[in-house]
């Protein structure tokens, strides 16, 4: 489970906030991934051992032809 560590804060401007989340992030891509796909499971009430299955039903494919 993912924690906030909330000793790492401050105030500052957007500018200043992008940059750092641009280049000081010490995560790999795979982490990060990672990280999102908890928060976004957290915010929706999903388990994010279990998701859930995707309705195929929905959706249709089709070669396009020109």
């Known amino acids: 489970m993912y924690r906030m560590d ?3 804060s401050s105030s500052g401007s957007f500018k200043e906030a992008e940059k750092a989340k641009r ?3 010490n995560d790999t891509l795979s982490e990060r ?3 999102s ?5 957290m915010a ?3 388990d994010h051992n279990t998701p ?3 309705e195929k039903k929905l ?8």
């Open 52 to 54: 859930p299955k995707m």
């Open 33 to 35: 991934l990672q990280q």
């Open 44 to 46: 929706y009430g999903i």
């Open 6 to 8: 909330k000793s790492i």
């Open 23 to 25: 280049f000081n992030s």
């Open 59 to 66: 959706f249709s494919v089709r070669k396009h032809t020109q």
């Open 37 to 41: 796909w908890y928060l976004t499971c």
